[in-house]
């Protein structure tokens, strides 16, 4: 079994920063591809950003020049670094990741439990 556990939400004022953390465990052979999304009340999640294991990062448009995304593979985690904040960024905030399961030998995709961001003076 495969938990995604995610950290470092809360409450922030627009204009402040954030960094959220994932981080992958079980009976993991590799980790693939480990991404951000994000859901707003009452609608389908949205992608945030992603990285694969060889670095390649891409974001949307609308938190191009604000968030980072990096990871740590030895971790088997994932961070978000969000900075200038904006009261649109108020979300859930889940973590995403394809992951190489050691027996039977799958790639499976799992998500996280998600961590609330809210972005409000």
């Known amino acids: 079994q495969v938990q995604l556990v995610e950290s470092g939400g809360g409450l922030v004022q627009p204009g402040g920063s954030l960094r959220l953390s994932c981080t992958a465990s079980?009976?993991?052979?590799?980790?693939?591809?480990m991404a951000w999304y994000r859901q707003f009340p009452g609608r389908q999640r949205d992608f945030v950003a992603r990285?694969?294991?060889?670095?390649?990062?891409n974001y949307a448009e609308d938190v191009k020049g604000r968030f980072t995304i990096s990871r740590d593979n030895a971790k088997k985690t994932v961070y978000l670094q969000m900075n200038n904040l904006k009261p649109e960024d108020t979300a859930v905030y889940y973590c995403?990741?394809?992951?190489?399961?050691?027996?039977?030998?799958?790639?499976?995709?799992?998500w996280g439990q998600g961590t609330q961001v809210t972005v409000s003076s």
């Open positions: 995403n990741s394809d992951v190489w399961l050691l027996s039977p030998r799958n790639l499976r995709n799992y």
């Open positions: 079980g009976s993991i052979s590799a980790v693939e591809i």
């Open positions: 990285i694969d294991n060889s670095g390649n990062i």
